[in-house]
């Protein structure tokens, strides 16, 4: 299986092992990405002003190249996915929105929602299968104890994003447990790190994640995992290292078995 794949711009700087991971383990459980051509930064920010267009069309973009392709487009930045998951629903849902958008332009056919945007951890979970993927471990993380971080993007708004239940997701504790782990439930899992405010509220928002990581630790969590790089970045600065924290390809790779260089950034 082929799919679109929109890696956005962290996953090409202080990102790598998200995404250097993410591709190597892809051909071992058996798909493919393939990276879009003329992909651009997705603004890192749903435009929430409803006459905002600009702001969109690097996502119509990416949307329209895995249309062209035939594909599906699979992402695995948190905030990427957010961003093109909501302008996706725009296209489809929204008639001004889309025209506008089409009118500016000037595609060889208009675009209106076609493309299935999927999440990396969807592909696991609804194409290759839990259950086949931990066929595929050769390195179980037997005995640790890892807690799921989900932060805010993932999940919400729910309807729009259908990822998991936002109050109760469980998508990453499934794949904890398909690497031979044992998940931790805690209750800070899916509530927001404070990424959009940390760089004007730095206290503010390093209690929000002390909060967070001091949470799962108290509920035995020896790590946490995340797909999203400002969560992990804030995480790990509020916790001082004390709880690492891993973007969930990083422990995918390593139970798959897959050795793979990492630039450095």
């Not at 031979?180 to 805690?186: C, H, L, Q, R």
């Not at 940390?198 to 967070?212: A, V």
């Amino acid at each position: 299986m082929k799919y679109s794949y929109y890696p956005g711009c962290t996953l090409k700087t202080k990102a790598k092992m998200l995404d250097v991971y993410a591709r190597a383990s892809a051909v071992v459980l058996g798909f493919e990405l393939e990276e879009l051509e003329n992909w651009q930064c997705c603004g890192g920010v749903y435009p929430l002003g409803c006459d905002e267009i600009a702001t969109k069309l690097s996502s119509v973009r990416a949307l329209n190249e895995a249309k062209e392709k035939g594909q599906e487009l699979v992402t695995l930045c948190s905030a990427c996915h957010h961003v093109i998951k909501r302008v996706n629903d725009d296209m489809k849902n929204v008639e001004d929105i889309r025209m506008r958008a089409n009118n500016y332009m000037q595609l060889l056919e208009p675009y209106a929602g076609e493309t299935n945007v999927l999440h990396y951890l969807e592909v696991l979970r609804d194409r290759v299968g839990f259950d086949e993927l931990a066929k595929k471990v050769v390195n179980p993380f037997t005995g640790k104890k890892i807690g799921a971080y989900y932060g805010c993007l993932l999940l919400r708004p729910g309807k729009v994003m259908a990822f998991d239940n936002p109050e109760n997701p469980k998508i990453m504790e499934d794949f904890i447990r398909a690497i031979g782990a044992e998940p931790v439930i805690y209750p800070y899992r899916n509530e927001c790190c404070g990424g959009y405010i940390s760089l004007k509220e730095k206290e503010l928002t390093g209690t929000i994640c002390k909060d967070i990581t001091d949470s799962a630790a108290g509920f035995g969590a020896d790590m946490l995992i995340t797909a999203c790089p400002l969560c992990r970045y804030n995480l790990n600065m509020a916790g001082n290292g004390a709880l690492p924290v891993y973007y969930f390809t990083e422990l995918l790779a390593e139970a798959l078995g897959v050795k793979e260089e990492v630039p450095e950034a």
